[in-house]
Every structure is written in structure tokens, then in C-alpha cells.
């Protein structure tokens, strides 16, 4: 699951709005829709299923709404929607020489793309803006459960060989693995049903992704004509992601890895490929054998939460002079490693110093609540306790609306130089930490209802 925003892109869309301060408000799309963003999705409206299972009448997908998106991109007025829909054959076929310099047969570039319709449902999904968002700890619960776990323990000891060999190969934990397997794809149970080819064909010729999304159609018809996957396979989310560890079609490119040389890389019903494609990934991308991905820590009284910043890595050593101990008791086993302090619920809640390895998986999706539950999850399969401090639960996630009130407020008192939109990133934690600073309060950068209302009082 990576990023089509501003991070790296290659695997998901649809954290597009996600748990306040933690997930980026453009973030993505190799998730977008996918069986993680298929459970986020399911997290905002209480429901347990993925969005693919919403039906409208006669069981079918539900139809486009027709409106403008909520973006406010050109491209994603209405109009502008039903005037490049009404082009898209002609789109699709222009982009035939593309498909021929990447030695697509024109064969299988008419085979693959015949009888495509462009699916317009997607384009509510780009945009969509939930009203509520869930708390970290919320999130955490849904995805890191006594079932989950449960299963991941059974895929490991199912693949025991898969995962021996990748370890040996690649040097990449296999809890790390298995984490992003059960949350990404609940074990491949919620995996999305869309054609790849027609979402990302969608994608490339409506709407205002089209230029990353034209590079993802192509580099799924060069799946198709090379053979590693059948167009059966290659279902998954609306933005193109698909099989159990949600590969975009480039990352696939770029990953993919042929585990036990039959000729094909299938990520989708071949679990040796699977293992060993996703452990490439995360090797390729600066995975440090050996290591961990984190340490929960307690924060001092008094501590300052200004220090608490992706860029102010220190060695883990200079973090326990300012007094940071591990939840556990525990030493750090490697007091020179850097790290950086990741408080996501503020002062009242648990911190975590995150390593080299925290970033990688950020790679695979640019979400710091993502990261933290595949980091903790690996940490209970591998038989590790729950989280040892208590989250403040209760706290009241705001509304759409009354982020978007507090980052207005935020520009109006000269903290906020961003353009308020009621998604909260690094600008707007560094904005809110800036005001709790002016009034005495912990800098932590964490949205509450009291904060907002400091905020209207002021």
C-alpha cells in the first residue's frame, strides 16, 4: 500500500482521509480501496465489510453520484467527469504506442482493453471526504485483534518453508511480512474485486490523477502480456491495487520476485511469491536486518513535546538522558540506533521511538498509524504483550467540520500558513503545537475538543 500524494507512490488511495495528524490528507493510492482502505472504510461507517460489498440496486455496484467532487480539482467537476467518460475508448486506444514501446503486443493491447467501460463510481472514491474520522487507538483495535493474530499465527506455521527462505534470502523479519499480510488483506479474505485494468484505465483517462494512474494501466497490461498474472487475478481495489499484500502495478514491476522459477511472478495464489516479493520491497527499500521497528517508551512529566518531530532523530541513548524508558523496563539492546518520538495521542497517551525500520514500512504506506500497527502487530505474533499505557479513549475525535474551524482559527492567530481544508497533516500538528506552546500547554500538536475550544475563546 504506498502513496500517490506527495510521498512516495506505489501503494494505496484511499487513507485519503484518515486518523487526525497521523495519515497524510492526500495519501495515496496503493490502498485506495484496497483491503486495508476496504477496513479504514469500514471503520468510519461501523460496518466490518470493504467497500466493494456496497451494492445499489439488483446487487450491483452503486452508480456515481454525479456531483462535483469534493476536491474542487477542475478535472473532477461533473462535467468535466461526464466529458472525458463520453472520450474514454478513444482515450484508451491512444494510449497504444505507450503500450508498444513497452513491448505490449497489440494483440494482447486489443485483448486486455476490449469491451472497457469506465467506472465512474471511482471518482467519489478520489474524493470522498468522510465527516468522522476514528482515533489511533480505535484503528489499532480493529486491526490488531485476537482473530487476526490468531490467523497470522497460522499462516506462519502453514508457510513455515515460504518464510524460512525469505528470511534467508532477504533478511526481512517474517512477523514484519505477516503483519502486512493480515492487515492489509485480512489473509487475503478482503483483497477488493475490481478490475485492475479497468480502475486504473478509469483513472488514466478521467479525473485529476490521470498521468500517475496512465503509468499504472500501462504497467498492468505488461503484467498481462508477460504472463506473470491472468486478467482473473488481477482484481483488487479501485485504484489498481491487488493481491494480498495490495501491489500497485508498478511497485509489482519494481518488487515482484519469482520465488521458485516456474517462469511466473505470482503475488496473488502463489505464496512463495507472495513472501518473497513483499520482503524484496521492503529490503529494496533499506530494511535493517535484525532490528526492530520501534520501542513504546514513557514520557516524563514536564517532558517537551516540541522534541517529539520525524526530523529530531536522536540515538536512543541521548533519548533516555531526557528520561525516556521503555514501557517495558527493558534496556534499549542497541543504545546508538536513532530514533525519533512519535507521541500520536498527545500527553496523555502512550510514545514511541521509531527506528530506520519504522520508516521503511512508512515507504509501503506513508501512515504513521498504519506503520505502528504493522509494528505492533508483528510484536504479538511474535508473542509480545499488548500495549502497556492506556490511550486517552475519552477523548472525542472532532468532526470534519471542526478541523477545519481549527485550522481557520489556527491562520487567523498566525500559526497555520496552509489552506484550511479539514485534513490534518504535519502543517497542522506543527501549527497547533506552535498556539499550545503560546499558552503554557503541552506542545504535543494533538486536536481535542478542548484545544478547539481554547482556540474560540481566544
Not at 144 to 158: S, T
Not at 176 to 184: K, L, R
Not at 200 to 216: M, S
Amino acid at each position: 500500500m504506498r502513496s500517490t500524494g506527495t510521498s512516495r507512490t506505489s501503494r494505496v488511495g484511499a487513507i485519503l482521509i484518515a486518523l487526525p495528524l497521523l495519515l497524510p490528507a492526500a495519501a495515496s493510492a496503493q490502498s485506495a480501496g484496497n483491503g486495508l482502505t476496504g477496513l479504514i472504510d469500514s471503520i468510519f461507517s461501523g460496518s466490518n465489510a470493504p467497500p466493494q460489498a456496497a451494492t445499489g440496486q439488483n446487487g450491483a455496484p452503486p452508480p456515481w453520484s454525479g456531483e462535483d467532487g469534493a476536491s474542487g480539482h477542475p478535472l473532477m467537476t461533473a462535467a468535466a467527469i461526464r466529458e472525458a467518460a463520453a472520450n474514454f475508448q478513444n482515450c484508451v486506444a491512444a494510449m497504444w504506442p505507450d503500450a508498444a514501446r513497452r513491448n505490449i503486443t497489440r494483440e494482447n493491447f486489443e485483448r486486455f482493453t476490449a469491451g472497457l467501460e469506465p467506472d465512474l463510481r471511482i471518482m467519489d472514491l478520489l474524493d470522498s471526504q468522510p465527516e468522522f474520522t476514528k482515533a489511533i487507538w480505535d484503528y489499532l483495535d480493529i486491526l490488531v485483534n485476537d482473530n487476526r493474530l490468531a490467523k497470522g499465527r497460522e499462516i506462519l506455521a502453514k508457510y513455515k518453508p515460504q518464510f524460512d527462505a525469505t528470511e534467508k534470502a532477504y533478511g526481512v523479519d517474517r512477523y514484519i511480512i505477516a503483519s502486512i499480510w493480515g492487515i492489509e488483506s485480512n489473509y487475503s479474505t478482503q483483497m477488493g474485486d475490481r478490475s485492475v485494468v479497468q480502475s486504473t484505465a478509469t483513472l488514466a483517462c478521467i479525473g485529476r490523477r490521470q498521468a500517475y494512474f496512465k503509468d499504472e494501466f500501462l504497467s498492468a497490461l505488461e503484467i498481462l502480456n508477460r504472463g506473470d498474472l491472468k486478467p482473473e487475478q488481477m482484481r483488487g481495489s479501485w485504484a489498481g491495487a491487488f493481491g494480498p499484500t495490495q501491489f500497485m502495478p508498478t511497485a509489482f514491476k519494481r518488487y515482484a520476485v519469482d520465488s521458485d522459477g516456474d517462469g511466473r511472478r505470482d503475488v496473488v495464489d502463489d505464496p512463495g511469491d507472495l513472501i518473497a516479493s513483499t520482503a524484496n520491497n521492503l529490503k529494496k527499500d533499506g530494511w535493517q536486518s535484525g532490528a526492530s521497528w520501534g520501542y513504546e517508551v514513557v514520557l516524563p512529566k514536564g517532558f517537551n513535546y516540541m522534541l517529539a518531530d520525524r526530523a529530531k532523530a536522536m540515538p536512543l541513548s541521548q533519548w533516555e538522558q531526557l528520561g525516556l524508558k521503555r514501557a517495558n523496563g527493558q534496556p534499549y539492546p542497541h543504545p546508538g540506533e536513532k530514533a525519533y518520538l512519535l507521541a500520536p495521542a498527545g500527553a496523555e497517551g502512550p510514545g514511541f521511538l521509531m527506528l530506520q525500520n519504522f520508516r521503511v514500512i512508512m515507504k509501503y504506506n506513508p501512515a504513521e498509524a498504519y506503520a505502528l500497527a504493522i509494528g505492533h502487530f508483528a510484536d504479538r505474533l511474535r508473542g509480545g504483550p499488548p500495549l502497556v499505557q492506556p490511550w486517552p479513549r475519552q477523548e472525542r475525535v472532532l468532526s470534519r467540520a471542526e478541523r477545519l474551524e481549527l485550522q481557520q482559527l489556527l491562520a487567523q492567530r498566525g500559526f497555520y500558513k496552509g489552506t484550511p481544508d479539514g485534513q490534518f497533516g504535519g502543517q497542522t500538528r506543527e501549527a497547533l503545537r506552535g498556539f499550545q506552546a503560546s499558552i503554557g500547554a503541552p506542545a504535543d500538536g494533538f486536536a481535542t475538543s478542548e484545544v478547539l475550544d481554547r482556540l474560540r475563546g481566544q
